[in-house]
């Protein structure tokens, strides 16, 4: 029979499992009941099937069920040609003895997908420059990592000094974990410096000890700080000065044997900087492509892949939370379903446009080859520091290969995309 199409994504069909199908699938599950089964007055696997079907009649009932719809419901879409996305919903189940399985089976499918106005698209070019302020930033850094610090006797800690010092603090709500850190370096007055730190240390002499407390805003950047309030005890055990090295070309050489002065540390600085702006202003220029991609065709995506699109994004932000430092109980507290919510319009926008971006590259025969895939795996068992066929083999296991393929054809019809609109 025909489906039904109830919209441009759904489709509804109607199954028949012919009766003695049933009743071959039904002998087969009694067969197994036979062997399982325990009733008082028989051997286990000498109970009559006649006794299995009238004690265990709704069971068998429940088991030809699983067993038949799901392979039925591939076989009847497979023959109609549909590509169902989505698991069926399964209504109007009859099952009777002796009689044909009738059910309908309602899902999603892959839309037709029509893709124009993608050889107009523009992308927007910006020019990148890097400042001598921005360079000299970068290398003051670069002589921050080098720094030395000496000891200072016969003084306490002042502006400018660095407090060698353990450090234990508990929160005072007696909720979340204490903090215990030894051999730490303090700057007294640092831009980074806690004030409360600042305050409470200065004048303090090394061997001596200082507690206090310590109120973190709401909006710390460390989560398991944010909104407490700490009772710090900190052991002074020496004040530091920090020296830094002078900038000249041997300050440069100790940076790398391929520099033997100081300008060629500046040219590379700049040029590196210039190269991570141009790629992030190609990155924002790409992504608005795509915005416009989306908005110039409208599309009817699958439910099923919207609430895929939620999960993914969800999880990459929970993961995230969690390396921030977030506890896993306030992880578990917070309101999942507002977050759907809150995830759909961008998980909508993101499956279109991977939809758009796959016809893009049907259209233009842009392809990835074996070679692609090989390049990504290797650069992955450099980064994981693992042999390339045990990499291999995890992806393959996983399924991962497919959606590696999906992922780089996707980042060559965007740079197609890009360089098109040039």
Excluded at 18 to 41: C, D, F, N, S, W
Excluded at 222 to 244: C, M, P
């Amino acid at each position: 029979m025909s489906p039904t199409e109830a919209s441009g994504t759904k489709r509804e069909i109607q199954v028949e499992i012919p009766a003695e199908e049933v009743a071959r699938e039904t002998i087969t599950i009694i067969e197994k009941y036979q062997k399982l089964a325990r009733i008082p007055g028989f051997r286990r696997g000498h109970v009559p099937a006649s006794v299995i079907r009238q004690r265990f009649k709704e069971d068998l009932k429940s088991d030809v069920v699983e067993a038949l719809v799901p392979r039925y419901f591939r076989r009847e879409a497979d023959r109609l040609g549909l590509r169902p996305v989505s698991q069926p919903q399964v209504s109007d189940l009859h099952v009777h003895d002796n009689q044909p399985l009738r059910f309908k089976a309602s899902f999603e499918v892959m839309p037709e997908v029509k893709v124009q106005g993608y050889k107009e698209l523009r992308a927007e070019k910006k020019e990148v420059s890097v400042t001598d302020e921005e360079v000299q930033q970068t290398l003051d850094g670069l002589r921050e990592q080098q720094a030395t610090y000496t000891t200072v006797e016969g003084r306490s800690l002042q502006e400018g000094d660095f407090a060698q010092a353990s450090l234990d603090g508990r929160p005072k709500d007696g909720e979340g974990k204490p903090v215990h850190m030894d051999e730490i370096l303090i700057e007294i007055g640092g831009k980074n410096t806690v004030a409360e730190f600042t305050e409470n240390l200065k004048g303090v002499s090394a061997g001596e000890e200082k507690t206090f407390d310590v109120v973190y805003p709401s909006d710390a950047n460390d989560q398991r700080l944010a909104g407490k309030t700490f009772a710090y005890t900190v052991k002074v055990q020496s004040i530091k000065q920090k020296s830094l090295p002078e900038l000249n070309d041997d300050f440069a050489k100790s940076l790398g044997t391929e520099f033997n002065a100081l300008d060629e540390v500046r040219t590379r600085i700049r040029e590196g900087m210039e190269q991570e702006r141009k790629h992030a202003a190609e990155h924002e220029s790409k992504d608005k492509l795509v915005e416009e991609l989306v908005k110039r065709n409208e599309l009817e995506v699958p439910e099923a892949l919207v609430e895929r699109q939620i999960d993914i994004r969800l999880e990459r932000g929970l993961r995230a939370l969690a390396s921030q430092g977030m506890p896993a109980e306030d992880i578990k507290k917070m309101d999942f379903n507002r977050l759907r919510v809150g995830q759909r319009e961008q998980a909508l926008s993101d499956v279109k446009a991977q939809l758009l971006l796959e016809k893009v590259a049907d259209e233009e025969k842009i392809e990835v080859s074996d070679e692609d895939i090989q390049k990504e795996i290797e650069a992955l068992a450099l980064q994981a520091k693992q042999p390339t066929e045990t990499v291999r083999a995890r992806l393959t296991q996983d399924g991962a290969l497919d959606r590696i393929r999906i992922r780089l054809r996707n980042e060559k019809t965007l740079d197609f995309l890009y360089h098109q609109s040039a």
